[in-house]
């Protein structure tokens, strides 16, 4: 630990500030710089799509930590300030306005940004969905009752859509796949998905992509592949985010859909860890490349990257939380643990599909891979320590049917 004088931390929010937290509990006395792009102090983002958007919270009740307990931090903060480069071999990070950040060790924290749409005009009126400033711009326009069409089903794209159906406004949902979150979940519960949100009076148009969005001075509609063309006012893009790698280009780190690292979270660059959205890493539970972007894994691998780093390679441990993923809409909340694919074999226990209420269990070889609840969260948090000790798939089928028979 002696030889890190200056920790560089780049990506000022969750996965930044939880492994500053991390650094200072587990007792490193040094320099922190801590460089984020946005002005604000590291906020929460799950509510932006929820409650902030539905104008039931405001920005200065999403901090992710308390003023005094930030302060207490002692952080060098580089707010406002986005990384443009970084030099492996003299350890610089070097700021888009010049500024050169020497350090001893460094962890990367930048996150993912929303992607945009292939061809889609820049107007006034068409949004993505990612900081708060979005958020905030978008709820401006929602004030005005306008039509929304939001882009994409998966679950960001998803939560914008109920929080917008929530606040009476109409609501059309495209979704070029034939269900909503078809490249993750299976059918069954993707069909599940789709009748919540027709219930609710969203216009589903699932399996049908953009042609064109179009307006004059601002947007006002969106043509479909099948020649429907939608009125809107206001249209959410919601298709997914790209990992933040572009200031990392030329520094040598291997990047490969986010920063590559090994199990540990470490990169081939002594001294340099990477955590969060941005972080590709070899999950040893499931013993595949994977990169995961929810709330959970960047708030663990907060704490596993600042180890790592304080530990060195002699102390390197792998990550091998269990992924856990919740989405709220409407009244119904979506969890999920550990890995599962569309055609992976599923049980369902708990409940019913038909009751929107169940755990559906997921099998790879013979073990309990993945578990994925709807409004059975309590369940779920003991299928994720199953799916952690590599219980059998038998062994975890026996005993859902046991717990259901009321054993
Ligand atoms: C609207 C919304 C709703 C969500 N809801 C849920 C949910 O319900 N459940 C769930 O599990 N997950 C949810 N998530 C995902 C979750 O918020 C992310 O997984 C989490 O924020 C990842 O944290 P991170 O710190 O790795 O990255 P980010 O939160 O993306 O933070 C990265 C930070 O780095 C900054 N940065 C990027 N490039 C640079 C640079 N070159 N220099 C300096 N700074 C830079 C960015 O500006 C950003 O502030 C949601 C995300 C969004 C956007």
């Not at 002696?2 to 937290?21: F, K, N, T, Y």
């Not at 679950?155 to 979704?175: K, M, N």
């Not at 569309?342 to 099998?363: I, N, T």
């Amino acid at each position: 630990m002696a030889e890190l004088d200056v920790i560089a931390i780049v990506g000022g929010s969750l996965a930044g500030l939880r492994s500053a937290e991390a650094l200072r509990r587990r007792g490193y006395a040094g320099r922190i710089v801590f460089v984020g792009e946005e002005p604000e102090r590291p906020y929460d983002r799950p509510p932006l799509s929820k409650e902030v958007l539905a104008g039931k919270r405001e920005p200065e009740q999403i901090a992710l930590s308390k003023p005094e307990k930030f302060d207490a931090l002692e952080l060098d903060l580089r707010l406002g300030r986005r990384a443009d480069s970084l030099d492996l071999d003299d350890r610089i990070v070097v700021l888009a306005d010049g500024e050169q950040l020497r350090f001893d060790g460094l962890i990367i924290a930048t996150g993912a940004s929303a992607r945009a749409l292939p061809g889609a005009p820049t107007l006034p009126g068409i949004h993505t969905l990612r900081r708060l400033n979005d958020c905030l711009a978008l709820r401006r326009e929602l004030e005005t009752s306008p039509r929304v069409v939001v882009v994409g089903a998966g679950f960001i794209g998803a939560e914008v859509a109920a929080t917008c159906r929530g606040r009476g406004l109409d609501v059309t949902l495209v979704e070029a796949l034939p269900l909503p979150l078809a490249n993750a979940l299976p059918q069954a519960i993707g069909a599940v998905c789709a009748e919540v949100h027709r219930d609710a009076g969203v216009d589903l148009r699932c399996g049908v992509g953009v042609d064109e969005i179009f307006g004059g001075d601002r947007v006002e509609g969106i043509r479909l592949a099948d020649g429907a063309c939608i009125p809107a006012d206001v249209v959410v893009i919601g298709i997914g985010v790209a990992p933040n790698t572009g200031w990392l280009e030329s520094s040598g780190l291997a990047l490969d859909n986010g920063v590559v690292c090994d199990a540990s979270l470490a990169t081939a660059a002594p001294g340099v860890v990477a955590a969060g959205d941005v972080a590709r890493w070899h999950h040893p539970l499931f013993d595949e490349s994977t990169r995961v972007e929810h709330w959970t894994n960047a708030v663990e691998q907060a704490d596993a990257a600042a180890a790592r780093l304080l530990a060195g390679p002699d102390g390197a441990e792998p990550f091998a939380a269990v992924p856990f993923v919740w989405s709220d809409q409407y009244d119904r909340k979506f969890q999920s643990a550990g890995r599962f694919a569309p055609d992976d074999e599923m049980r369902v226990f708990h409940g019913s599909l038909e009751e929107r209420r169940f755990v559906a269990l997921f099998r790879r070889g013979d073990r309990l891979s993945g578990a994925l609840a709807v409004n059975r969260g309590r369940q779920l948090i003991g299928y994720r320590r199953m799916i952690a000790e590599r219980v059998a798939w038998k062994d975890a089928i026996a005993q859902a049917e046991s717990a259901d028979a009321g054993g």
